[in-house]
C-alpha cells in the first residue's frame, strides 16, 4: 500500500474518530450514526486496498513491520467494529481507534522500510501459521485493551458522587467485564500459540538458537508470561474489576514496546519485523 493511500485511510479513521468524540461529549444521536458511516467505509476501503501490499511481494506475506500494522489495524477496527455492532456495546469503537490511528501512523511513517533478508529467505508454511496467530492474538488482545479502558472509566463512574453523561452511554460493568474476559483470554491463547509455531518454525530452519539469542523473542515470551499470570488471576477470582483492567493496560504497552523493539535492535532475527 503506498503512503498517500495509507494516509487516506488514517484520516478516514481520524474523521470517525472526531465524530465519535464529539458525539459522546454532546450526547448526539444524530451523529453517532454518522460516525459509524464514516468509520465503517474507511474499512472497506482499508479493507479493499491491503492486498495491494502483498500482491507487488513475491512471496505474498508479511514481511515488514508496516505491513503487520496496516493488518493489525484493520483487523482490530473491523473486530471491534462488529463487536459495538453485534454486542450492543456503544462506543468501543471510541476507545479502539486512537489505537488504530497510532498504528496506522507509525505504519506510514515505516512505509520505505525493507523486507529483512532473513525472512525473505525462509517462508515455509510453518512462518503462515506464526504471523496468522501472532496478528490475532494481537488483535484480540487490542480489543481487550479497549474493553479494560471502558471498564475503568465506567468503574471510576459509579464510584463519583456525581457521575457524568458517560455513565448513561457506556455499557454495564458486566457487559465489559465479559468481553475483556473472553477477548483477553482468545488473545493469550493465539499469542502464545503463536510463539510456540514460532519456535517450530525456527527448530525446522535450524534456526533455533538464533531465534533464542532474538530480544524481540525474549521479550515476546516475557510478555506472554506476564498476560498469563494476570489470566490465571482472573480465572482464580484471586483479582478481578479494576486491578485486572488496569494489569492489562500495562502489560499491553509492554507488548506494544515489544512490537516496536525490532526497528532499533542491533541484532537479531525479527530486526526490521
Known sequence: MTTYLLLTVFFGYLAGAVLYFLSFELQSEALY????????????????????????????????????????????????????????????????????????????????????????????????????????????????????????????????????????????????????FVSLSAGVVLFSLGIASGFIWARQMKEFLEILKDPKVSLSFLTCLMYWTILSFRLSALRRGQKIAMGTVFIFIFLFITLLSSIYAPSGFHRGF
Open 33 to 180: 450514526r454518522p460516525a459509524k458511516l464514516v468509520v465503517f467505509g474507511s474499512i472497506l476501503f482499508h479493507g479493499a486496498l491491503l492486498p495491494s501490499s502483498f500482491i507487488q511481494n513475491p512471496h505474498f506475506s508479511i514481511t515488514t513491520l508496516a505491513e503487520y500494522l496496516e493488518v493489525v489495524s484493520f483487523l482490530m477496527i473491523a473486530i471491534s467494529f462488529a463487536v459495538e455492532w453485534r454486542a450492543k456495546t456503544r462506543f468501543l469503537l471510541l476507545f479502539s481507534l486512537p489505537i488504530v490511528l497510532v498504528f496506522c501512523f507509525l505504519a506510514v511513517l515505516l512505509a520505505h522500510q525493507k523486507q529483512p533478508a532473513a525472512l525473505m529467505t525462509h517462508l515455509p508454511g510453518w512462518l503462515w501459521i506464526h504471523t496468522g496467530l501472532i496478528l490475532s492474538g494481537f488483535t484480540s488482545l487490542i480489543v481487550s485493551v479497549s474493553s479494560a479502558l471502558m471498564y475503568l472509566l465506567q468503574s471510576a463512574q459509579l464510584k463519583s458522587k456525581h457521575p457524568g453523561p458517560a455513565f448513561l452511554k457506556l455499557p454495564s460493568l458486566d457487559t465489559l467485564d465479559r468481553l475483556h
